[in-house]
Nanobody, 124 residues
Framework: QVQLVESGGGLVQAGGSLRLSCAAS????????MGWFRQAPGKEREFVAA????????YYADSVKGRFTISRDAANSTVYLRMNSLKPEDTAVYYCAAKASIITTMTSREYDYWGQGTQVTVSS
């Protein structure tokens, strides 16, 4: 069992930056692939970024590529999402997810554990 708690969301102006954190508790965090997803009002949840269990490989949605960076700190069982050059269309609730597998995926239904989400609002 893994518990995930996101933090770091907030209100920021367009062009600004935020860093989201996802603290994981439970066993074998280092063996989990991790992902970030987001859901805007009236829209489906969408993939943002994912990182392999080793931290070597990362994957991004085209809409955030070059602006967002996912990373993980195994010692602190934490995953981060650094978001730069934020746009109003990045406004959403951001969710952290864990997949009990060494295989990384961009598909939300393949993740086993989810956090409660953190709100990110980007004003124009």
């Amino acid at each position: 069992q893994v518990q995930l708690v996101e933090s770091g969301g907030g209100l920021v102006q367009a062009g600004g930056s935020l860093r989201l954190s996802c603290a994981a508790s439970g066993r074998s965090f280092s063996r989990y692939a991790m992902g970030w997803f987001r859901q805007a009002p009236g829209k489906e949840r969408e993939f943002v970024a994912a990182i392999s269990w080793t931290g070597v490989s990362s994957y991004y949605a085209d809409s955030v590529k070059g602006r967002f960076t996912i990373s993980r700190d195994a010692a602190n069982s934490t995953v981060y999402l650094r978001m730069n050059s934020l746009k109003p269309e990045d406004t959403a609730v951001y969710y952290c997810a864990a997949k009990a597998s060494i295989i990384t995926t961009m598909t939300s239904r393949e993740y086993d554990y989810w956090g409660q989400g953190t709100q990110v609002t980007v004003s124009s």
